[in-house]
């Protein structure tokens, strides 16, 4: 049995001045105004590649067993199924005008 991985002190600044400035560019991003569906799909973007630098470097998934990896990206599949399934109900129900 391998023992753990210790992260140095130069990869988790990295990180963390990667992030911070992931951070100021999503701020600077809303106050540029971009167009309606391009907005959403950049503020996207960034944040899942904030999140893939979180979940590769501060829970050591990049030096762990493959294994561990699978099972993120099998939840994170069953989460994108789950909210998929939900949207398909919600976004084809007939209008409901309020009558009195």
């Known amino acids: 049995m391998s023992g753990h991985h210790i992260s140095s002190d130069k990869t988790l600044l990295g990180v963390a001045a ?7 560019l999503t701020v600077g991003v809303y106050y540029i105004q971009i167009p309606a569906p391009w907005n959403i799909i950049t503020a996207m973007g960034i ?3 904030k999140a893939t630098l979180v979940a590769l470097f501060f829970m050591n998934l990049y030096w762990d067993e493959r294994f561990n990896s699978m099972l993120l990206v099998a939840g994170l599949a069953f989460f994108g199924l789950l909210v998929a399934l939900t949207l398909l109900d919600t976004l084809f129900r007939a209008e409901v005008i309020p009558t009195f």
Request: aromatic share 0%; no cysteine.
């Open 18 to 24: 990667a992030l911070l400035a992931l951070t100021i």
């Open 47 to 49: 944040a899942i590649v």
